[in-house]
DNA sequence: CTGAAAGCGCTTACAG
DNA sequence: CTGAAAGCGCTTACAG
């Protein structure tokens, strides 16, 4: 290490490795790619000469030279951003991060709330600056997504993409089977006339979940009435607003499903200002398993979403995907969680 | 554009704008680069060759040829990882995001959880891969931080440093003064047995609102009693013991100021289990102002911490001394947001 | 204001 | 198994 004139370090190349080692830079390379090629002698004399200097292989000029950028973004694309006030944001993020983490690839955040940021993301990553992109994105046909595949970009959506015509792989949880797991707990817990509170119908998950809800209903025998479901946007005050609509619309609910912990959150809240005790008079039941959900009284029972396995299994497709795999789906199973809510 | 056997597009660069244009690539660079002495007729035939050709610069080859990485990490170091469940941590990062993104300044996400994490970042960031770091860590005299800094990397980070010596930047709300305000507030509505829960004594903030709420205490006659103060940890949970220990050691409190709006959470809720009402019987104060302020019942008064404004500061500071200023600190002023707890 | 050329630190056929 | 060398796509003194 020489100091340059700014004061900050130089680091060492893989020139003081070699030099170091008395072998050539092609052997250092190829040791550190591998190892392949590279005699027992000379990988303990490139070893030993890596520890001395501290060698760190600068990224940018491997990637310049492989063409690869070993780095990967996460995208956040605009109808999702509110996603950012939910907790299981934060879960997600965070295990991408630390499975990338073990493969040595940075992550790089990105928010596309405006039209010029997806333009602007868009060109970034379609300029070959990431290898691939790990995309939360509720928006059916998210034209972003779009122009990513047609680029040839490898990439890994969050939920399962509405529509047919997916071109490109998604983890999911199991939507259906979990909407109607809760359903059968309501009905078990003695409720007939249960209300649900849906995600947006034009998102991931939304129309699963709604259906769940269905199929239970008529496996059950109970009626359909349309006054029963209400139409939520994932958010807490969104809950609260649909909880007010059902209460005036069908006053004589005994139960709740909401489509997720925080617009139950909302729901809960609501319902007992209005004088219902939870679960007493409604019980509701909610869906993901987020911090949130006993972060109130009664503590919620709910659906909960892998999302540990969820990153874990978005990291290792995404890479499966870099390195020439086909991109495929993965549902991933929910589980009920009792608490006091229900 | 031409296309590669993998299918992948090639990018156009610099090389074939110049074509292009009709110039040298010197020339195209210079134009990139600030557009100094670049005459007005080349500029034009660089524009629209730019244009045409569809081209985004390499920064592979940019930061390997100037040595800059045009990145910056956002790292969270392991005492604060928690905060990471904290919603103020969004506001934080989205805040920082975008700010970056203002500059075309991708944002690496690092976590250093272990001990290995801690080195293995520490190591990639002193090889040169970011130009600086925007640092989450409340732990005093984090190594990290410290290491960092000897090695010449700009740094800010979120939050006073403990210590006298802090030889980096900090930008950080005004704790003192806000604990100061939110105990006069309790005052103001009439209480005098005010209890607190402070942070962890030994992360920034921690020491500063608890001494606010000394002044006041001090400031209006009231006595000091050391049951009245117990120590938190940010969590909620956290919030739920000390409000036990509270009401064992001091049943007599008539309002309790919480250095966290997710403690306070906590707080109100064990209040609440244990027959008290807030704010009648006991009023609550919380620090933060973040999302969970409006998630229950009663909504918190708390103090507005700026995120919005603190991420801001973070990325300018940071970027100046990219660019060769030196560290500075920056003190932003609370507000106190009153609501329904006090 | 502009072009030719060196150099940034790697990887990877190519010859041996 | 190994070394010499070309090449990745930029930037930046240097000469003009």
Do not use: W
């Not at 039941?285 to 911090?291: I, L, N, P, R, Y």
């Amino acid at each position: 290490m020489t100091t340059s004139p700014n004061g900050r370090r130089k680091p060492p190349t893989i020139h003081d490795v070699a030099r170091e080692a008395g072998v050539s830079r092609g052997t250092v390379s190829r040791f550190l790619n591998g190892g392949h090629y590279v005699s027992p002698a000379a990988r303990t004399a490139v070893e030993t000469a890596i520890r001395k200097t501290g060698y760190v292989v600068n990224r940018h000029a491997r990637s310049l030279s492989t063409g690869r950028s070993d780095s990967v973004a996460f995208l956040l694309t605009e109808p999702q951003e509110k996603f950012f006030e939910d907790p299981n944001f934060n879960v997600l993020l965070r295990g991408c991060t630390e499975h990338l983490a073990r493969h040595d690839i940075p992550l790089l955040l990105m928010l596309a709330s405006s039209k010029d940021d997806r333009r602007r993301l868009t060109r970034y990553i379609t300029s070959g600056h990431v290898d691939g992109v790990l995309l939360v994105s509720n928006h059916s046909g998210d034209p972003v997504a779009a122009e990513l595949r047609s680029a040839g970009i490898p990439l890994v959506a969050c939920g399962k993409p509405l529509g047919t015509a997916s071109t490109y792989s998604y983890v999911a949880a199991a939507d259906r089977d979990g909407a109607q797991e809760m359903v059968r707990h309501l009905i078990a817990r003695g409720r007939r006339r249960i209300a649900m509170v849906t995600g947006p119908l034009d998102a991931p998950g939304g129309p699963d979940r709604l259906a769940g809800y269905r199929d239970v209903l008529t496996e059950a025998g109970l009626p359909h009435d349309p006054a029963l479901v209400v139409e939520g946007d994932y958010r807490r005050t969104g809950g609260e607003d649909a909880a007010r609509r059902l209460l005036s619309q069908a006053p004589d609910i005994d139960a709740v499903f909401v489509a997720s912990d925080l617009m139950a959150l909302g729901v809960v809240n609501t319902l007992q200002k209005s004088g219902r005790s939870v679960p007493d008079d409604i019980a509701v039941g909610g869906f993901d398993d987020s911090a949130a959900a006993t972060s109130i009284t009664p503590a919620l029972t709910t659906m909960r979403q892998p999302y540990d396995r969820i990153s874990a299994e978005m990291v290792r497709m995404l890479l499966a995907q870099i390195a020439g795999e086909d991109p495929a789906g993965v549902i991933l199973p929910t589980e009920l969680v009792v608490r006091e809510s229900a």
